[in-house]
């Protein structure tokens, strides 16, 4: 009996997406960055969208793709990005911190607009050519805090477990049309959203960057340092690859442990 998958010569899944298409959210930097260029090395073409134009264009000539300006919270304009997609990695976030009692009502709107609605109608936007395909990989970038909650992150929580719930939704319904639908969820990456969080947990609370790194931010991780934007690109692209057609409605810690204390 065979698997039915074929690998490229030497046994190895590289450059196993060629003749896929890729889009990626928040692709400018961080996390989404490094997922567009591990979707181009590994052969998809790939569509970058960002907020910031100058961003989306260094990221598009980067991997060779194509780069789109949108703004995730402007609902009416997510349906010009493209349908024909067969990979999408709903990457896209932003962080704010404070007391629920203070935590201001639009940019708790404004979090559940670009890390749920956004998702949602991009799954909805693209999941009928996959499906029609008969093949296609949702890359949903969660967080522990999409499995573990803290105390401060109402809007960020609140949106991340909204988005592993739709994740499993999308792999229930996709399921029949050899489309999967995973969650990864990382702890604290290096990226400029975690750094302003670096930098701002200092000042709060008068002790310098590498004690809130290690202190605050790893205090629960067995791994006592930041997860490099490159790793968490490196399980999205291995979700797209030729042995994992069977992983669907999960949610991959890449944590260093933390949710495991």
């Not at 522990?144 to 988005?163: E, P």
């Not at 690859?241 to 933390?258: E, Q, R």
Request: aromatic share 4%; proline share 5%.
């Amino acid at each position: 009996m065979t698997s039915g998958i074929n690998l490229p010569s030497g046994g190895t899944p590289a450059a196993c997406l060629a003749g896929r298409t890729a889009m990626v959210t928040g692709a400018g930097s961080g996390i989404g960055r490094a997922c567009a260029t591990a979707l181009a090395a590994a052969g998809a073409l790939v569509h970058v969208v960002d907020v910031d134009a100058r961003a989306a264009a260094a990221a598009a000539e980067e991997t060779g793709g194509r780069a789109h300006v949108v703004d995730l919270a402007r609902s009416d304009l997510l349906g010009e990005l493209p349908t024909e997609v067969d990979i999408l990695v709903n990457n896209a976030g932003l962080q704010h911190v404070a007391p629920l009692a203070e935590f201001p009502p639009d940019q708790f709107d404004l979090m559940q607009q670009v890390m749920v609605r956004a998702p949602f109608l991009l799954i909805r936007h693209t999941l009928p050519h996959m499906s029609a395909r008969g093949w296609g990989r949702i890359v949903n970038i969660s967080s522990v805090h999409g499995l573990r909650a803290s105390a401060f992150k109402a809007g960020y929580v609140t949106a991340k477990h909204a988005l592993e719930g739709l994740s499993k939704v999308a792999a229930l319904e996709g399921a029949p049309h050899g489309v999967t639908s995973n969650c990864i969820s990382p702890g604290y990456v290096r990226t400029p959203l975690v750094e302003r969080q670096i930098a701002a947990q200092a000042t709060a609370h008068r002790i310098d960057a590498g004690q809130v790194v290690g202190e605050v931010l790893l205090g629960r991780s067995a791994v006592k340092r930041l997860i490099e934007p490159e790793e968490v690109a490196a399980v999205a692209v291995w979700l797209c690859g030729p042995h994992t057609g069977y992983i669907t409605g999960a949610s991959l810690p890449v944590d260093g442990g933390w949710t495991a204390a």
